[in-house]
């Protein structure tokens, strides 16, 4: 529960610094993938918060090797 509380000061916190002066100079794409991020990271550090079974990227980037065995 508190690995949510955590997450959630943070992303707050970063967004609270960093996307006035984003909307500011209208920097939409810059925005967008901020958000996208930081929810990313917000999802997955609640995921880990909740011991909740989170996949091995590696596994994912094995479906895509080229060659070899």
């Known amino acids: ?8 000061a943070w992303l707050t916190a970063a967004a609270v610094m960093d996307v006035p002066g984003m909307v ?3 920097r939409k794409l810059e925005l967008v993938i901020f958000a996208l991020l930081g929810l990313g990271g917000f999802l ?6 909740l011991r909740l079974p989170i996949p091995n990227p590696l596994e994912f980037i094995r479906l895509f090797k080229v060659g070899g065995s």
């Open 1 to 8: 529960m508190y690995a949510i509380l955590i997450s959630a």
């Open 24 to 26: 500011k100079r209208k």
């Open 44 to 49: 997955m550090h609640a995921a880990y918060g």
